[in-house]
């Protein structure tokens, strides 16, 4: 049975990491991609969808790893693409931008969708859209200070800072009140990678969100 919007935000929030795939990857590439981050703790996965055979890699990812896998769609622009995702397999969508629309089908269904958002305007259109997990986007540009900044007035939305994060930003992400992150060429490089090298990198990156990243109980 397919999740709901709810457990699937649940999910996402329990993994931390949100591994995203966009590139020119071979069909068994991505399998082997995919079981490099099993065996790295990551268990979320986006695959944009301007990524060549995008639809086909998610039904294929679905089908491999089943439940193992929170499997979605990224780059989701349309309601069409948004339909097509689903259909492919896709439990959760993820956009650059808002799109009513979009929104309104992943409402209908009830399927996780975070729209990608960058300022207070765009936030609150959001969520009075009823997006309450909101993808923050880009944030190589602007840093961890963005994030702290718009949760003060919008300590209600669940952010989930996406571009530039790495190792040696991740923490300050989490304490500036990241539920999860999204994170891309830090963790599956584009080319001259290995599954114990993708591996390597999810276990460290994992260890670091929710070992380092945390603040101590009572200093939240």
């Known amino acids: 049975m397919r999740p709901t919007s709810d457990e699937t935000a649940v999910r996402v929030k329990r993994n931390g990491i949100i591994a995203i795939v966009r590139g020119g990857y071979e069909l068994s590439e991505l399998l082997r991609i995919g ?11 986006e695959v944009t969808l301007n990524t060549p055979r995008a639809l086909e890699v998610i039904s294929a990812l679905h089908k ?6 929170l499997i979605g769609a990224g780059t989701v622009r349309t309601a069409e693409q948004f339909k097509a995702a689903v259909a492919a397999g896709a439990l959760f969508t993820v956009a650059p931008s808002f799109d009513l629309a979009t929104v309104a089908c992943a409402r209908e269904v ?11 305007t765009e936030t609150q259109t959001a969520f009075a859209a009823g997006c309450r997990m909101l993808k923050l986007f880009p944030c190589e540009t602007v840093g961890p200070a963005h994030l702290r900044a718009l949760r003060a007035p919008f300590d209600d939305v669940e952010f989930v800072p996406t571009g530039g994060i790495d190792l040696d ?16 060429s830090a ?10 090298e993708i591996t390597s990198r999810a276990r460290v990156l994992h260890k670091a969100w929710f070992d380092l990243a945390r603040p101590p109980v009572g200093l939240a």
Not at 35 to 45: E, F, K, M, W
Not at 110 to 120: K, S
Not at 174 to 183: D, Q, R
Request: proline share 4%; charged share 15%; net charge negative.
């Open 64 to 69: 491999r790893f089943g439940e193992e896998l």
């Open 169 to 184: 930003n991740i923490g300050l992400y989490a304490h500036a009140g990241a539920v999860a992150v999204g994170i891309g």
């Open 187 to 196: 963790l599956i490089p584009k080319s001259g990678w290995s599954e114990a």
């Open 110 to 120: 009830d399927i996780l969708h975070m729209p990608g958002v960058f300022t207070a």
């Open 35 to 45: 079981n490099a981050l099993l065996a790295g703790s990551l268990r979320v996965i």
